[in-house]
């Protein structure tokens, strides 16, 4: 997990700021609501990086079956 996640922590860490820059200066959202949302993006941030594992590790499991002839 923490690989995939290191991978893409710059693109995910630009996306979040873009993100709180909209929401600060076109939703003229407050502080509480800009922090609220930049934790949810961070936690779903690492459960992507946690189901992107996963599914490496079946996408894995099915190549290395299919080298074995099963």
């Given at each position: 997990?923490w ?10 860490q ?10 600060h200066?076109?939703?003229?959202a407050?502080v ?5 949302a ?7 941030s690492?459960?992507g990086?946690l ?20």
């Amino acid at each position: 997990m923490w690989q995939q996640y290191r991978k893409t922590l710059i693109p995910i860490q630009f996306v979040i700021l873009s993100l709180v820059v909209v929401l600060h200066f076109w939703f003229k959202a407050n502080v509480p609501t800009i922090l609220v949302a930049v934790v949810t993006m961070e936690i779903a941030s690492l459960f992507g990086a946690l189901w992107s594992r996963r599914l490496s590790r079946r996408i894995e499991a099915g190549h290395n079956k299919t080298r074995l002839g099963h």
